[in-house]
């Protein structure tokens, strides 16, 4: 009698200890009758760690029984272009999982994820840093959202050779882009119950092609006046960023950077031209604990990709390949995210739950976070903590 | 000529970024386009405490840029100060490169020890470096520290 109690005793200490994060049930999701047939997402494993992290989210998916199978195509970075086969099973699916796609440095080889998300139009990237606990931080309560326009800015691939020595790179921008870009944040901002959107530029220096962007962002501020609206330039941005992140929320930028901060506020958006967004996203990233956890997507009018939120500096590196040791955080958070996209809400919180109890728990975590585990081991300790 | 004995490495931005902010010990001479410079410095300058700390050799400029959104609000030195944020420091800074550039290294040293100290001492400091002095008391601190 005694033992049964001490282990019943146990049992429930084990639970109550289980559930003091998240899976607090809230009020029911009522879906269409239909919805729960299974959903097709393409998947592309993609170079380096691509294909260990893909794997990872294929088995929890299993592990958790979620209405969604993967049809698989190979993609990688040293193709001239994204297979058409590859193309036509997104748009069918409307929705792709990827690792990422290596980049060769200069050469004039155009980066096959920038392609992926022009021939989509997957015109908005959305990162999401924030603090997980138990992975400690030089700062506490950040959440940022960046949202970056991803198909004009600096990445437009405009560069040629004037004369031997001189070459002219092109940044386009253009006011239909920085619209929707702007909207796109806002809406975000509005559906999420996000207080601040701030714009990051350089309209200082360029002030044609970041006033264009910047008038864009104020128009559309004028139809949300319940979401506070701020500018702010890249290079104090940058600064802010590592100094006092807490103060930013949402941010929109160009493709470059996003940045955006509310004074005294927590959440921010930022919206950010394309370059500075990237640079903005991997700040965040850095600073919220590491490339390794923080989910991301790219969303169009009809197509989404999910994938790692910051680059791995480009594909992670062999190493990491080798020793299976990289870290699935990042890519599984994401796929949280694409579930709720395909409007699985109890799915995606199930896993994003087991995630985080795993990086509270400490025990399982890859060497970027400070421990030793394999890929492997992190997904068997999400997958024992599923509810 | 010293080739061979400098390492040299390239790295994308964004990786460069996200790796300063999670180890800027990793780094040692960074070279890079204007736009990225641009950013990179002031990143720099925001890790360790603020860009009033941190001294750029353009021609002894002061940094921080020209800050258009606190202009004009009681002006400092020249019309790079602010007295509102009391960037004091970076442009004293700059004026200790500057004399040292003239080869007058005994003064440049006693400012720069007089500065180090009044930071030290924690007395006076300015707004960027969570304090809340003036730039004129600050100034004035440095002062009695020669």
């Known amino acids: 009698m005694g033992g049964r109690s001490i282990a019943a005793g146990s049992m429930k200490l084990k639970g109550m200890v289980k559930h003091a994060i998240g899976s607090g049930r809230s009020v029911t999701y009522m879906p269409r009758p239909g919805d729960g047939a299974p959903r097709g997402v393409t998947l592309i494993p993609g170079d380096g760690i691509g294909p260990l992290v893909t794997r990872a989210v294929e088995q929890v998916m299993e592990a958790m029984h979620a209405p969604v199978y993967f049809e698989r195509y190979e993609v990688h970075g040293d193709m001239k272009r994204v297979p058409e086969e590859v193309l036509e099973s997104i748009r069918k699916n409307k929705v792709c999982l990827k690792g990422g796609l290596k980049t060769p440095v200069g050469g004039g080889v155009s980066s096959l994820n920038v392609q992926l998300r022009k021939e989509l139009d997957l015109y908005a990237s959305l990162v999401n840093c924030f603090n997980l606990p138990g992975l400690p931080t030089r700062h506490h309560n950040v959440d940022i959202v960046v949202i970056r326009e991803n198909t004009e800015g600096e990445y437009s691939g405009l560069e040629h050779e004037v004369v031997p020595g001189v070459v002219e790179s092109l940044k386009v921008m253009t006011k239909f882009c920085s619209e929707r870009i702007a909207k796109y944040a806002f809406e975000y901002a509005y559906l999420n119950n996000r207080k601040t959107v701030t714009a990051v530029h350089k309209a200082n220096i360029m002030k044609l092609a970041d006033g264009l962007f910047l008038e864009s962002c104020r128009q559309v501020a004028t139809k949300y006046p319940s979401i506070r609206y701020n500018e702010i330039i890249v290079d104090n941005c940058c600064m802010q960023l590592v100094s006092k992140p807490e103060r930013f929320d949402v941010m929109v930028t160009g493709n470059s950077l996003r940045f955006s901060f509310p004074p005294q506020n927590n959440d921010m958006n930022n919206v950010t031209p394309n370059l500075y967004g990237n640079l903005v996203a991997n700040t965040a990233a850095g600073i919220a604990g590491g490339t390794g956890v923080m989910p991301g997507g790219n969303v169009g009018g009809d197509h989404a990709v999910f994938e790692q939120g910051a680059s791995a500096g480009n594909v992670g590196n062999e190493k990491l390949v080798e020793q299976k040791e990289a870290n699935p955080v990042a890519l599984l958070l994401s796929s949280a995210m694409m579930l709720r996209h395909l409007r699985f809400p109890s799915f995606a919180d199930r896993l994003e739950t087991a995630v985080k109890r795993v990086i509270s728990e400490g025990k399982y975590m890859t060497k970027d976070l400070g421990g030793v585990s394999t890929t492997q081991e992190v997904v068997h300790a999400v997958i024992a903590n599923l509810d | ?146």
């Not at chain 2, 750029?56 to 020209?66: D, R």
């Not at chain 2, 609000?73 to 100060?81: A, P, Q, T």
């Not at chain 2, 944020?85 to 004293?92: A, D, E, H, L």
Request: charge should be negative; glycine fraction near 8%.
């Open chain 2, 1 to 146: 000529a010293v080739n061979g004995m400098i390492k040299y490495e390239e790295v994308v931005i964004d990786n460069c970024c996200m790796m300063f902010v999670k180890n800027p010990a990793l780094f040692d001479v960074l070279v890079m386009p204007n736009l990225y410079g641009d950013n990179i410095s002031d990143l720099c300058a925001g890790l360790v405490g603020a860009a009033t700390l941190v001294r750029g050799i353009a021609l002894a400029e002061a940094v921080y840029g020209s800050a258009p959104d606190i202009a004009g609000k009681n002006m400092g030195f020249e019309c790079l100060f602010h007295e509102k944020f009391g960037k004091s420091n970076c442009f004293t800074a700059e004026w200790c490169s500057m004399l040292r550039h003239l080869n007058l290294h005994d003064k440049a040293d006693l400012i720069q020890n007089a500065i180090l100290n009044t930071i030290a001492e924690g007395k006076y400091q300015t707004a960027d470096l969570g304090g809340k002095a003036k730039t004129i008391e600050f100034t004035n601190a440095i002062i009695d520290h020669l």
